[in-house]
């Protein structure tokens, strides 16, 4: 959850320039570090044409600079420590100190000069996904490339044809690469800055791990079981939330590099799909929803009117995309008496805890000892207690009283009174008007000899 302090640490971009001489700085642009995994303020553009600049949760965009008519960025592949949430920290590979690596953006009709340094202990490229480009500039090693040997600079040249929200990523031991986080994002501005705009502009890529408890390195050859389910490699309660003025217009730009889709969910709000990794999508194109599946390579954008405020869940919708590390073999013991077995259990293991009987929820209420360097599967506090989630979940908060460009946390949304879900104190709920199907249970659980609940 982003704080005050956390969100103001724009100091944190690091200058790399200390370690290379006057005269390699005139060829090779400095390559800028981050250190922190807050999201940083939106970096507004310091030469070349205006744009308004996006927000990257939990993450920054890389500063650049103008030579000869070339904007000049420096990405710099490499080993990198990511804190995914409080307790926990994972040994990614990323660029410029962080995975994902830093945003990149740009305006319709810049000519871009990156430069790629690698230093990971393996060869490398860099793919610029959705970005039309010359063949030779794709960034697939071995067919429009040699491999970026370890130490080596590469240097990729092109034109942005058009706006829009692309990505980057390895062409290169893909599997392994991206598996241990190797990501990011390109923004592609408007050469108008009156064509679609917004007054929020979010950006993150979907992304997952399989990190054992007690481990910081991810198991790069799992293919679909993954327990760590991130926007920009953090999980919940570690991803910020997304503070926006009541009323503003609001795009989120989604792009999924993980190896499942994700129907990602707005609470409050009906939005539109506007832009995906191939263009904008035309008006009358466009329909209504509340839910959007973003498959694997896929990026979306979805716009909406924040009218409504409040503090929203914004969320995948796959449940077990919204839970932390697990253990996927535990049985399903929900409407399993375990006390017999419990008593013959706790002979043997005096301090044995049978859990599950009425679901889960009581762990995101448990203080349980874990081992180091992981993560309660159901965790986060909200204002009303434990909120038992984890992974792909965070926060849309909608305030009337929040200044344009202003993203710190206003803390917790104030009900305005009697509009809040409440318990009801009148006449109790007869018991005798339970569902055929409910009575059932409940006399089979009669039948039970030392049944608790016993129906007479
Ligand atoms: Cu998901």
């Known amino acids: ?97 962080q995975s994902p690596g830093p945003t990149i953006e740009c305006v319709e009709g810049d000519k871009l000069r990156i430069f790629v340094t690698n230093r990971l202990p393996e060869h490398t490229t860099i793919h610029w996904h959705g970005v039309i480009l010359p063949n030779g500039m794709d960034g697939v090693g071995g067919l429009t490339q040699p491999q970026i040997g370890v130490g080596k600079t590469f240097v990729y040249e092109f034109e942005m044809r058009k706006s829009g929200t692309f990505m980057y990523h390895p062409h290169a031991d893909e599997m392994v690469q991206m598996a241990m986080g190797m990501m990011g994002f390109i923004v ?124 929203w869940a914004f969320h995948c919708h796959k449940a077990h995309h919204t839970m932390n590390a697990m253990g996927h073999a535990v049985p399903n013991m929900i409407g399993v008496d375990q006390k017999p077995v419990l008593e013959k259990i706790t002979k043997l293991i005096p301090d044995y805890m049978a859990m599950g009987e009425q679901g889960m929820a009581e762990m995101g209420s448990m203080e349980m000892p874990l081992p180091d360097n992981t993560l309660p599967m159901m965790t986060g506090q909200g204002p009303f207690g434990p909120m038992e989630m984890g992974g792909m979940f965070t926060v849309v908060k909608v305030r009337p009283d929040v200044k344009a460009g202003d993203y710190r946390d206003p803390g917790w949304y104030k009900h305005p009174a009697g509009s809040q879900a409440r318990e009801w104190t009148g006449a109790p709920f007869a018991a005798t008007k339970a569902s055929p199907a409910n009575r059932e249970g409940v006399e089979l659980k009669a039948r039970k000899p030392g049944g608790g609940h016993a129906h007479h």
């Open 188 to 311: 592609v501005h408007p050469k108008n800055p009156g064509f679609m705009p917004v007054d929020r502009d979010f950006v993150f890529l979907l992304n997952a791990f399989d990190i054992d408890p007690g481990a910081a390195t991810p198991k790069t050859n799992t293919m679909l079981d993954f327990n760590l389910w991130c926007w920009n490699s953090r999980v919940f309660p570690g991803i910020d939330h997304l503070v926006v003025r009541q009323n503003d217009r609001v795009r989120i730009r989604i792009g999924n590099l993980t190896m499942t889709n994700h129907p990602i969910h707005v609470h409050g709000h009906e939005f539109e799909v506007t832009c995906t990794d191939g263009g904008w999508v035309p008006k009358a194109a466009r329909w209504p929803e509340v839910s959007v599946d973003v498959a694997v390579g896929q990026m979306r954008a979805i716009e909406f009117q924040a009218y409504n405020p409040g503090d």
């Open 1 to 97: 959850m982003s704080s005050r302090r956390q969100f103001l640490g724009a100091s944190a971009v690091a200058l790399g320039a200390a370690m290379v001489s006057r005269a390699a700085l005139a060829a090779v642009p400095e390559a800028p570090t981050m250190s922190q995994s807050a999201t940083q303020p939106p970096l507004a553009p310091s030469s070349g044409r205006p744009y308004n600049p996006v927000v990257t949760l939990n993450g920054w965009t890389l500063p650049w600079r103008m030579k000869d008519g070339w904007k000049e960025f420096h990405l710099v592949a490499e080993p990198v420590l990511r804190e995914m949430a409080p307790g926990m920290k994972a040994r990614l590979w990323g660029y410029n100190g």
